[in-house]
């Protein structure tokens, strides 16, 4: 094949600049990335690094940086047309359409579906990238859905392309990119909804559906989600160096090149990254993870909860706990317009860990009375706190499943003894019912009704997303039309 003939200058790939010289030359320089290609070449380098057989830390080799296992040509190119005769071989190759339909994306997902190992541990690591595919007939539920968007490319179906929400994967396709199918499984024991159209029924107003704002990816996109899709792990406590510094270096390119601006998860994978070891002369990765929520802001109508789980992580794990507060504050502005569904277990999860992990955390070191500046005599703490427990109560309301139990109430109630009473007392709490009930119900409202609850008349503060107000004067003025700052 022609492409392979232009690689070879660059094969046997030695070191981590050659494989993003790769990158970087399918990104620029062809018409579309052969997103087959990559996932390729990013697999057999990460599979050789992370498999237990040949790890560096079996053989306590010191592995100077940079360096990688000897990647021959003829080992992807195998694999490539491996890859190319599954898919061509059960689909007819006479493409007629110019577009795909429905069942030519179901007829690419059934053969990947079908040819996957009957049973496996589908949350084990290292699952997503076709090398998985082809010589371990394995993928994780992103793996299947990447799988199917690079048959549809590799068939000549170029409208074929990637929807991600913050835990699932399915495709959009047609004339103008408008038709949706589910082509993957998500989460345990559901039955997956393959062929079908996206979030039609109640799953709509569900997290794992994003309110209907996914990331659809372009080409060069796709490339950025198998980009952040690599997985350094070795186990559960280390990572293979040279991974983790080669989705860096990737991540530095796609970035470069603008293909991050609309895929605020992306920013913050890469931001994590540049936490644990920071580039010179590279934005920090505070800055980053502040990038990560203004593209959600952008261009997904501030639908998304990771870029603020991203930023208040990592503000947890500097000690900046009246900041960490914030951004949890934010995230849980955002998960207060859904309903909670049995699919949206992982974002469950993490704000199960926030409130009963995190915050107890902090509170237990804040109270350990050796904090000068503790966050304990801050109403705008407070005031969050509040706020990060009022947006799950909000995410329960007029959902079929409960979200808060007694689990939950313990370290509440703990976490709010810990505040002083004259900071408790400094709160002055303004509800904005019309608010939420018009961005919950799609605008849809009975009653109009702002309630004021004044707490405390003596030094009334009203505290708006941790940020104590003026005067007075602002407080007695609001009016149920006043927004509610939720995005601070
Ligand atoms: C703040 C966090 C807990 C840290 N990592 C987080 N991640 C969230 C998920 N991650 C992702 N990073 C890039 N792209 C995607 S697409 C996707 C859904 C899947 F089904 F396709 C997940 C995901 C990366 C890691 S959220």
């Known amino acids: 094949m022609a492409r392979f003939r232009d690689l070879e200058s660059l094969f046997p790939i030695t070191n981590i600049s050659t494989v993003v010289h790769l990158f970087r030359n399918e990104l620029e320089n062809t018409p579309e990335p052969d997103i087959a290609l990559l996932s390729i070449v990013a697999g057999v380098i990460e599979n050789s690094l992370t498999s237990r057989s040949s790890s560096a830390l079996q053989m306590c080799e010191p592995v100077e940086q940079n360096s990688l296992p000897i990647l021959q040509l003829e080992t992807v190119e195998t694999l490539y047309h491996k890859f190319h005769g599954i898919i061509k071989s059960a689909v007819d190759s006479n493409k007629s359409k110019s577009f795909a339909t429905r069942e030519l994306v179901k007829k690419v997902s059934d053969v990947i579906w079908n040819s996957l190992t009957r049973s496996y541990y589908k949350d084990r690591a290292h699952l997503q990238s076709l090398y998985s595919y082809l010589t371990g007939s394995k993928l994780d539920c992103f793996g299947v859905a990447f799988a199917v968007v ?172 009246q900041e960490a507060f914030e951004s949890w504050a934010n995230a849980s502005d955002v998960i207060r317009l859904y309903n909670y569904s049995r699919d949206d277990e992982e974002i469950y999860k993490e704000f199960l860990e926030i409130a009963n992990e995190l915050i107890p955390h902090i509170m237990k070191v804040e109270s350990s009375g050796f904090s000068a500046n503790t ?32 689990g939950w109430a313990k370290p509440l109630v703990n976490t709010i003894s810990k505040f002083d009473s004259d900071v408790r007392a400094q709160l002055n709490i303004v509800c904005d019912k019309l608010e939420d009930k018009l961005l919950k119900n799609g605008g849809e409202c009975d009653t109009a009704s702002s309630e004021k609850i004044e707490t405390d008349t003596t030094e009334a503060k009203e505290i708006r997303n941790g940020k104590p107000s003026t005067s007075k004067e602002e407080i007695d003025t609001r009016t149920t039309s006043n927004k509610r700052g939720g995005t601070s």
């Open 150 to 321: 690079a048959g549809c490319q590799s068939l000549g179906y170029n409208d074929v392309h990637l929807a991600l929400s913050e835990d699932h994967a399915w495709v959009v396709f047609g004339e103008n990119g408008t038709e949706t199918a589910e082509v993957t499984w998500h989460g345990k024991g559901n039955e997956d909804k393959r062929g079908q159209e996206i979030g039609k029924g109640i799953s709509a107003r569900s997290w794992l559906y994003v309110n209907n704002k996914p990331v659809v990816c372009t080409r060069h996109m796709e490339v950025a989600a198998l980009v952040s899709a690599i997985n350094p792990s070795l186990n559960s406590t280390h990572d293979a160096f040279e991974v983790s510094l080669l989705q860096q270096e990737l991540l530095w390119l796609l970035y470069d090149l603008g293909h991050l601006k609309k895929y605020p998860m992306a920013i913050g994978n890469l931001g994590d990254l540049e936490e644990i070891s920071s580039k010179v002369g590279r934005v920090p990765c505070k800055t980053l993870f502040e990038e990560a929520i203004a593209s959600a802001r952008t261009y997904y109508n501030n639908q998304h909860v990771y870029p603020y789980t991203y930023q208040g992580g990592y503000f947890y794990r500097n000690k900046l706990y």
């Open 375 to 406: 966050i304990l005599k801050k109403p705008e703490c407070f005031a969050n706190l509040l706020r990060f427990y009022d947006g799950i109560c909000k995410w329960e309301e007029g959902s079929a499943t409960p979200v808060l139990h007694i």
